[in-house]
Structure formats: structure tokens, C-alpha cells
């Protein structure tokens, strides 16, 4: 055995040795998620024959939203010593969300949000990739966050005036506390779980339905090709929203339903006629890239 033989041997056995196996399956599964892999369990998925994925579109979004994480990162810590970033960042955000919304739905969620962009980035390398419990993605769970969140704001914002306090502090507060949770929900269960509930996207969402009701053309949505889709159900295990666009291809819509439409978080809830009319849809074309068969497109395309 040549002496570079030996000492990439003896590398190996240190190696080894220092970073043991829970250390090798957190390395494994950095590289499944760098190579691509669905976010949740496959459950046997693989034996599904896969199109061909345009990757160079892929990293192109990955690319971007990793910068945006950097944005939020940099702008979250620059707020403890200048709150007042944190109220310029809220309302800016929430503005924009709101705006963007009235026009296009959910797409800034995926596009544009800084805070998207540090979940999709970086907290995805650390997720667990699961589903949430259904009673999280209930109605009334959105809206208790909702109440909680604007509650607390609203609450401490008077407090600082009375006070002559920054206004800043209770913006920041909020950001802070609702950036650990979604953090940690994302660390839990898959890395866009807070976006389930997110007030943000809840008004960006509703603000879109109440521009429909007045007449604008629907947000960009997936289209199913009935003949094409083979129930695989894979489009299922990427969904950031947990939306299984295959099962709007035969009306048989069982997963949780779109929030403000007729029915509740069980069963359709509007016609599903193959195109996944689904308000909390973030427009990120994952579906679209990992249907195996072609089944899947975008209805503006
Ligand atoms: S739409 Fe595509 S990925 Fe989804 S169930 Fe049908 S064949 Fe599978
Ligand atoms: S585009 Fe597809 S994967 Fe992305 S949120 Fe919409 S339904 Fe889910």
C-alpha cells in the first residue's frame, strides 16, 4: 500500500471517527436537498419515471432567493440597533404582498419575500421535510395567528406612543418572534410551513379573491392534464403549500381547501375542473418541474 494510500486511509478513519454517524446523515441529506430531492417523503415515489427537469431554472430561483435570505438576515440584524428598519421592512413587505397580491395572488410570497427567500434558502438544508397537522392548516388557526400577530402589534405600538418610545421596537418584536417561529416550523416540518399561516400571505390571498369577486383575471394557475397525470403524487411531495395538484385533475379534491372559498379546510371547495384553483398556490412552478409524466403547466403560459 503506497504511503498516500495510507494517509487517505488513516483521513478516512479520523474522519470517521470525529463525525460519527448522525454527523454523515446530516451530510447525506444536505446533498439530497442540494441535488434536488422532494422535501417530503417519497414513499416509494421513485419507481415513477421523471421528465427531464430544466435545473438551470431551478438554480436560477434557488440562486435569487438565497440572496434574498441574505437581505432578511442583514436587515433583521441592522433593525436591534435601528428598530426603526424593522418598521420600514414590515410594512414595506406587507405593502408590497398586499399590492402584488391584488394582481398576481401569492407570487410575491415565492418571489419576492426576503423572509421566503431565508426559508427556501437556507432553512430548507435543516427541515425535516414533513407535513403539518391538519388542525394547522384550519381557517381558524390562520386566524388566530392573524389576531395574535396585528393584536400584539397593535398593542405595543400604542404602548411605545404613550410612552414616546420607538416605533420601531414593536415592529421589531414582531418580525423577531414571528422569524423564530416560522424558523422553527420550518426546522420541524418542512421549511415553508409558517407560510401556511402567514398574515402576509392570508391579505395577499384574500386581497386577490376580493379583486376576482370584482372582476380581475385570476392569478397564473396549474393546469392538470387529466389524460396525461398517472396519480403518482408526486406533485404533492414538493408543494411548499401542501397542495396536491393531481387531485384536481377528476375533481376528487381531498387535501385541505383554499381558505376564502365556499366549502372549509375539508373536501373541494370549488369546482375542480383540472386547474388548481387554489389561492394559496405561491406560483414556484416546483409542481410543474417534478410531474413526472408532463401532466402539469401554468394556464398564462
Ligand atoms: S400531476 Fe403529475 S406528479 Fe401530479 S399526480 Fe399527476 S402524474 Fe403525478
Ligand atoms: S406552483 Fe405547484 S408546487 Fe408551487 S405552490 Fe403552486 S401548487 Fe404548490
Known amino acids: 500500500m503506497s504511503l498516500r494510500e495510507r494517509a487517505s486511509g488513516l483521513t478516512d478513519r479520523v474522519w470517521s471517527a470525529v463525525t460519527g454517524d448522525r454527523a454523515n446523515r446530516l451530510i447525506e441529506r444536505l446533498e439530497r436537498v442540494r441535488d434536488g430531492d422532494p422535501w417530503f417523503d417519497k414513499r416509494g415515489l421513485d419507481a415513477v419515471r421523471r421528465r427531464p427537469v430544466d435545473d438551470e431554472s431551478i438554480e436560477r430561483r434557488r440562486g435569487y432567493q438565497r440572496y434574498l435570505g441574505v437581505v432578511f438576515a442583514g436587515l433583521l440584524a441592522a433593525a436591534f440597533w435601528y428598530p426603526v428598519l424593522a418598521g420600514v421592512g414590515v410594512v414595506g413587505c406587507a405593502t408590497a404582498a398586499v399590492g402584488v397580491g391584488a394582481v398576481r395572488g401569492r407570487f410575491y410570497c415565492n418571489h419576492l419575500c426576503p423572509r ?5 434558502g437556507y432553512v430548507r438544508l435543516f427541515s425535516r421535510g414533513r407535513r403539518t397537522p391538519d388542525w394547522f392548516k384550519h381557517p381558524l388557526t390562520r386566524a388566530a395567528v392573524g389576531l ?17 418610545g420607538s416605533l420601531g421596537v414593536p415592529f421589531l418584536t414582531m418580525l423577531g418572534v414571528s422569524t423564530l417561529v416560522a424558523v422553527g416550523l420550518g426546522v420541524v416540518y418542512h421549511q415553508r410551513a409558517w407560510c401556511q399561516v402567514c398574515p402576509a400571505g392570508t391579505l ?21 392534464d387529466a389524460d396525461a397525470c398517472v396519480s403518482c403524487g408526486r406533485c404533492g411531495t414538493v408543494c411548499r403549500q401542501e397542495i396536491r395538484p393531481g387531485q384536481y385533475a377528476d375533481g376528487e379534491v381531498t387535501d385541505h381547501g383554499d381558505v376564502f372559498s365556499l366549502g372549509g379546510p375539508e373536501g373541494a371547495t370549488r369546482e375542480a375542473d383540472g386547474v388548481v384553483d387554489h389561492g394559496d398556490c405561491l406560483q414556484c412552478s416546483a409542481c410543474v418541474e417534478e410531474c413526472p409524466t408532463g401532466a402539469l403547466s401554468f394556464d398564462e403560459e
Request: charged content about 20%; overall charge neutral.
Open 204 to 224: 395577499s390571498h384574500a386581497v386577490h379573491r376580493v379583486a376576482e369577486a370584482l372582476g380581475r383575471d385570476p392569478a397564473p394557475r396549474v393546469e392538470v
Open 116 to 120: 421566503g427567500g431565508l426559508l427556501d
Open 148 to 164: 395574535v400577530a396585528f393584536g400584539l402589534l397593535g398593542t405595543g405600538l400604542y404602548a411605545s406612543w404613550q410612552r414616546g
